[in-house]
């Protein structure tokens, strides 16, 4: 329905002998519209503006409400689709769609019960980019009713429009700004070849006559995922115009009309939106749904890298066994760690120039190689194969930790001070041959037996649970009972064991001791 201003110009033009196809290239009206209106008197065009107006009033049940929204928000001009959002996230069901609600919004601003405070910005249109050419990134904040400010990270493609927006409550850091990323890149299943940013001092450090020096962290960020960048200049909104609509969006569509006590509602109420209207609805610019158009655009963004700013996450790390040689073979180059770790499973994360390990146990890292280029086949470094570096409580407390068994406690503790000035030898010998025990049974036993005779010395104890290896492969039956190698000596069931001479294992001590003789 045309307003009376409109009516009244047609009917001006008619008296002044116009017709209906140049009246409406005149008013840029569609001709069928003209056509209503061309025949209609006054009377009728009253008679008219009545009927439609009563019928525009299935909203008006939802009055108090909508004029609550604008009240809220000191009575600024609102993104009509975000009210029609709220209301149907409030009520559930409607009873008419978003049309019907623009002009009932529009009859409480021609009736006076409705007038704005604020102006709306103008945007200069960007031309549209290929799939995968181009993602935009932009900051926001925004206090809700509740006194909650949230701080607002969003991304999004240039192509196809689909966003990844999140949520914080404190200002970002550049840290901050590479995860947030990093999350969209796996959100997006890859990533655009050019990244349009402002000169925002988290990722800008400033600008040398057109030169752009980026901040430290996020200059090594985009160097390992290859990125290619776009710095609008200062005052230039228009560059990056599409994801400042993605921000006044949040704001005004999502944010204007909710209010929320801690950001974990807000990011929750935020993911739903997200797929329900910013991804789910036509999209204004392109006439097409973002997540349809994404599956079309994904075909053509790059793959997910590795970031060194994840290795501290769990996401992405694979499980390695490292040979008896301390190695790890990884892209058919093999890289060292620390001996006391041979033959037991650890961690790796690799990004595209490093390489790091970690304990599989604890999560810590425990080593990091720089990824060789050429024909290299193998990458070592010499302090995973000495223990120099260690003082000899360090030393003992790596040895107390092989196994979890209060014997075994007791009797490093007794070479400590049976052997106080070779202790650091001691423990050097058990961290290179008890680091992974191939019978933890037969060790346990072994161990049982050197301790009730008083035979302290690890390499006493390495010879007699090798005489009990040899002994069982000869006689299978001497150890009665079958175990799992567990990978520690810990929670072993008590084993019934064949005695023998003790002459056995005092000429085993014997030979050991003419050897050092000779």
């Not at 009575?75 to 709220?86: A, C, P, R």
């Not at 001092?201 to 030169?211: C, K, P, T």
């Not at 223990?387 to 790596?398: A, G, P």
């Not at 929670?491 to 023998?500: A, F, S, T, Y």
């Amino acid at each position: 329905m045309v307003d009376r201003k409109m009516y009244q110009r047609i009917q001006s033009l008619k008296k002044q002998g116009y017709g209906k196809l140049a009246i409406g290239r005149i008013l840029k009206i569609d001709p069928a519209t003209i056509r209503k209106y061309y025949s209609m008197d006054a009377e009728g065009y009253r008679r008219y503006q009545g009927e439609t107006l009563n019928r525009e009033k299935i909203f008006d049940e939802y009055k108090e409400e909508i004029l609550s929204v604008y009240e809220k928000n000191n009575f600024n001009k609102l993104n009509m689709s975000g009210v029609y959002d709220y209301l149907e996230e409030k009520f559930t069901t409607l009873p008419a769609g978003e049309k019907s609600l623009r002009n009932y919004i529009h009859f409480l601003e021609r009736e006076g019960k409705l007038e704005y405070k604020n102006k709306v910005r103008l945007y200069t249109k960007v031309p549209e980019l290929a799939f995968g050419k181009q993602m935009q990134l932009d900051f926001g904040e925004k206090k809700t009713p509740s006194g909650l400010k949230v701080y607002i990270f969003a991304v999004v493609l240039s192509a196809s429009r689909y966003k990844y927006i999140t949520f914080q409550d404190t200002p970002f850091k550049t840290t901050d700004v590479i995860l947030h990323l990093l999350d969209a890149f796996d959100f997006f299943k890859g990533y655009a070849e050019e990244l349009v940013i402002d000169q925002d001092s988290l990722m800008v450090a400033r600008e040398n006559y057109g030169e752009i020096i980026y901040t430290k962290k996020f200059n090594a960020f985009i160097q390992e995922m290859g990125i290619k960048m776009y710095v609008c200049r200062k005052a230039d909104p228009e560059s990056k115009g599409k994801i400042e609509n993605v921000i006044k969006y949040v704001k005004y569509n999502l944010l204007s009309v909710r209010d929320f006590e801690n950001i974990e509602e807000a990011n929750d109420s935020l993911q739903k939106w997200l797929d329900r209207r910013a991804n789910g609805k036509i999209s204004q610019a392109t006439k097409k749904v973002p997540s349809i158009a994404m599956e079309e655009e994904r075909i053509f963004l790059k793959p997910v890298k590795s970031s060194i700013y994840r290795k501290n996450t769990y996401l992405g790390r694979e499980l390695r066994t490292p040979s008896d040689k301390s190695y790890i073979m990884v892209g058919g180059i093999e890289y060292s760690v620390p001996v006391e770790y041979r033959l037991r499973k650890v961690e790796f994360y690799q990004t595209a120039n490093k390489l790091y390990i970690f304990d599989n146990k604890t999560g810590s890292e425990i080593a990091e190689h720089l990824i060789p280029k050429g024909t290299v086949k193998k990458v070592f470094k010499r302090e995973h194969f000495r223990y120099k570096s260690l003082q000899v409580n360090e030393l003992e407390e790596k040895v107390l930790s092989l196994f979890e068994d209060e014997l075994w406690g007791k009797y490093v503790k007794k070479i400590r001070k049976e052997f106080s000035r070779f202790s650091r030898d001691q423990f050097v010998f058990a961290l290179d041959h008890f680091s992974l025990v191939e019978d933890p049974v037969l060790f346990k036993n072994a161990l049982l037996y050197c301790y009730e005779d008083n035979t302290y010395g690890m390499k006493a104890l390495y010879d007699t649970y090798k005489y009990y290896l040899e002994e069982q492969k000869e006689d299978p039956g001497i150890i009665i009972g079958a175990f799992e190698n567990i990978g520690g000596i810990h929670n072993i069931p008590e084993v019934i064991v064949q005695k023998r001479s003790v002459e056995k294992y005092e000429n085993i001590l014997l030979s050991e001791k003419k050897e050092v003789a000779v």
